[in-house]
Each structure stands twice: as C-alpha cells, then as structure tokens.
C-alpha cells in the first residue's frame, strides 16, 4: 500500500473568496488538473450550506473520481469551558461529515496542562465517539498549540480515549512549530488517519520540505491520505502542481525499489 494524495481545499481559499473558482467544481480541477484523488475539506467551507449542497458536492466529488474523504474543523474546541457547544458541534460536523461521504472528521481541541481538566475532556470526547462511530466516521485530533502541539501528549491522549476509529491528523505546520518537524511526523504517523501536508511551513528549521515529510511518514509505513495544503501567497495551483509531481515521482521511485 502507498499514500494516496489528495487536495485540500484551504489552499485554493483565495481563488473561492474572489470568485475565481466554484467551490463545487474543486473535487473535478483535484483530479483532471492536479492528479489528486480527493479532497479535504475545511468546515467553514460548509458555512450556509443546506442539504442540497451538501449533496451537489458529494455527487460531483463522485463523479470527478475525487471523493471528499476528510472534514477538518481548525477552529479550536473549548470542551471543558462550553461543553455542551462543543458535543454539539461533534454532533453537526459528523453529519456533514456523513452527508458528504467522508470517512472521517477531524477537530481542534483545547487541552490545558492540568491532569483533571485532561481526563474530563477525554471523556467527553469518548462519549462523543458513540455518535461519531454510529455514523461509521474516524474522529482525529488536530494538534495545536499548548498540550498537543507536544506529539508525545497527543499521543498518550489518543491511547487514553481508546478504540479503533480513533486517530491523530498531524499538519506540516503544527509539526514544524516543535523545531524538530520531521521526528514529530514520525512519531505521530502511526497514529493517523490522514496527514496535512502543509507547504511552506516557515524558514530554517521551522521549513518541512514536503517530499522529505512524505519520506519521513512511509519510513515508518504510513499508507493513508496525504492532503496537500498550500499556504503561500503565491499562484496556488502553479504550485501545488510543482509539490503534487514531486510527490508521485518520490512515491513511484518507492514503488519500483
């Protein structure tokens, strides 16, 4: 098995808000002009959408042959300060989630460095995967900063909260911001249900060359998506196209050893 590359589309956020590109035809540009098959899709992309939305993306997605296979949520959820909002949110994005035919959802949530405010949030998030897990869907956790930009207490959280469809999202840029970005995506790949692969991620040390991540997440077999997401000011597609064929050279190199 190899990663499967995919689209999200945060990185052609500029084109959507200008009105240079309908967000429903992203699934069809993915696969024809990128060669990614499928897509990740941000929830605020889903803002105002109504059921017939959520199906005309689904169907499109479909038949571009560009699925979307993961819905993010980057805001960060205050379990422990609303916790009734944020079971609900769980709740609203799992059925988008679902709707859409995605095998996933991921969420950002808050974790203060205190033991009883841990296992509290853990709970919840252990009561909230029966709905999660009802609908057939993973729920990954996105690192951010504080407690889980550290990928040893993701981790553990993870282990905590138990079960199989329960998994880690690392992103390129939450794993750069540690200073060692590399060992960070090692450490946290066999624990994920998908992986953003940011670009770029900063200068320095703080850079994650993308193929060098992809490299460093198949080295310990990591066979999932790979959502490429660029964050650059410059012309989106011109350059995910330029990361998307190094990518599939490396991964077609891999494939011939």
């Known amino acids: 098995m190899t990663v499967l590359l995919t689209l999200a589309i945060q990185s052609l956020d500029t084109l959507i808000h200008d009105g240079k590109q309908d967000i429903f035809d992203v699934p069809s540009l993915a696969e024809g002009e990128l060669g990614l098959r499928g ?11 109504d059921q017939g939305a959520y199906d005309t993306f689904r169907n499109n997605a479909d038949k571009a042959k560009s699925p979307c296979l993961l819905v993010r949520d980057n805001n960060q959820m205050d379990i ?11 709740h609203r994005l799992s059925i988008a989630a679902n709707r859409l035919g995605c095998n996933a959802l991921a969420i950002t949530p808050k974790f203060p460095d205190e033991d009883q405010a841990v296992s509290f949030i853990i709970e919840q998030i252990r009561e909230a995967m029966i709905g999660v897990e009802r609908l057939e869907l993973n729920l990954l956790l ?14 553990e959280i993870i282990k905590q909260i138990g079960g199989f469809r329960i998994g880690a999202l690392p992103t390129f840029k939450a794993a750069s911001e540690t200073g060692d970005g590399l060992n960070a995506l090692k450490k946290l790949a066999p624990y994920a249900g998908g992986i953003v692969a940011d670009f770029p991620t900063g200068r ?5 060359d993308p193929v060098e991540g992809l490299e460093v997440v198949r080295e310990v077999g990591y066979s999932n998506t790979l959502a490429l997401n660029y964050l650059g000011k410059g012309p989106a597609i011109r350059e995910i196209k330029k990361v998307a064929n190094r990518m599939r050279t490396f ?7």
């Open 39 to 49: 897509v990740m899709v941000d929830s605020e992309h889903l803002s105002g959408w």
């Open 80 to 90: 422990l300060g609303d916790t009734e909002s944020a079971r609900e949110r769980i």
């Open 142 to 155: 996105q690192p951010c900063e504080g407690y889980t930009s550290d990928p040893d207490q993701l981790i």
């Open 204 to 208: 320095g040390k703080k850079n994650i």
């Open 251 to 257: 991964l077609e190199k891999e494939q011939q050893k």
